[in-house]
């Protein structure tokens, strides 16, 4: 068994900014981090455009960001989550300097050079080349690890959350005062399931972009955070809401995860058009391309569903070669290697799973609707986002909401205590999987079933056959989990599926189109419609 004052779960910049700052203030507690691969490995670290931020007040205002989120949430963000992460982000921002993160600046090494992406009215977005994510982390990490009280475990996969279910009580989703008290974690180096005992828990765990076949997400993004809390009868909200990045580079062979061109081309001048070279963005949103991604995402699925096309080109030829190279040399690297030189030619494109806007429903600390168990970044649904994120807000949501929570922590940690009389995992009657490919096979199903039936447009008759297809792997899945001893990639497969189940059934409660959530029976917008918990 292990015991430890704060359970993180997760290693992006949510995680690593909460253990920081908790860290620095009480280094009497011990602050354990979990991640179930290499601490590298997260989200964060692929995100490459960067973080928005009022920075140059001559030119842009609060009001001014605070609006463009407003409207790329189409009608469903909460004002005043919206109001206080903008204006409390630059301050959250000017600490990631602090700790050793490295914002490209102008040629006079004075200002800092800021980008902007779609949706945005005004230049905004810190960024490091087309590394951002992964300049972040390194600071973080690197800050993180010179804590002596911040104990860092990598390769453990947690399993499930330690609440009332595991000590034989009933729990539903309606019953009062259902209570984190750890969780219980799989060493992927002996196999072997440990009890971890906290006080309170940090749940940072990422997005679900692997629920689909094509997804920027790297292959740790299977929704397991959420998917715990869920099974833990904590509330979940608008999950239908899932962000199609519009332009990943389209590649024949396939990869996984896709390779991201950043919104920030766009940002410097890039061109969406056909492959006849025609540009159409003008005819869906007068801010052509760099409108909201969701905009985007539609009109380029639409056009490739009415040519018969696999791809649209992104034509950044017009942006000058050094300027190119400069702030995009992983761009620039990656289609050189396949042939492509995005200084001559133009580049394919297609859009790919990005960023899940729903998640575990948490108030303005961080709190979730368990007790002692916290969540912050993209496993959450904080109100920010709302029907659609607006580009890098996600990296400040982390941010604000990783400071609010250690404040609350702060305050509160003193007066809670371990849990006792935890049992240990039981894996009684569990047998060694026979075949993986039991495994293998029914994830490529789950993805293919999202992608044809739960991706950019979506009707009735799809969202009824994808029901109906996940509920069959489903059955057969929990069947394996019951039968069989636990493995990281089983426990992927279950949470997928839960994700999927959550995605789906979101998107049939919401008889209407908003945001990032469209279907052909219900085209129009309907205010009475808030949002879907479930």
Known sequence: MIKTDILVIGSGVAGLTFCIKMATKRPNLKITLLTKSNLEESNTKYAQGGVAAVWNLSVDSYQKHINDTLDA??????????????KEGPVRVKELIEW?????????????DLGREGGHSENRILHYKDLTGWEIQRALIQKAKSFENVEILENYFVIDLLTQHHL????TRVTPGITCYGAYILNKATSEIDTCLSRITVLASGGAGQVYKNTTNPTVATGDGIAMVYRAKGRVENMEFVQFHPTALFNPAGENPDFL???????????????DGREFMGGYDPRESLAPRDIVARAIDNEMKKLGHDFVYLDGRNIPADEFKKHFPTIYDKCMSLGIDPLSAMIPVVPACHYMCGGVKVNEIGQSSILNLYACGECTSSGLHGANRLASNSLLEAMVYAHRIHLDVLKNIDGVSFAKNIPDWDATG????????????SLKELKEVMSSYVGIVRSNVRLQRAYDRLYLLYKETEELYMSTTISPQLCELRNLLTIAYLVTKSAMTRQESRGLHYTTDYPEKNDFIENSIM
């Open 73 to 86: 949430g189409d009608g469903l963000c909460n004002p005043k989550v919206v109001n206080f992460v903008i």
């Open 100 to 112: 050793g993160t490295r914002f490209d600046k102008t040629t006079m090494e004075t200002d800092y």
């Open 168 to 171: 034989g009580y009933t729990v």
């Open 261 to 275: 061109i950043s919104e920030a081309v766009r940002g410097e001048g890039a061109i969406l058009k056909t492959q």
């Open 430 to 441: 569990s047998t060694d999987p026979k075949e993986m490919v039991l495994i293998t096979q």
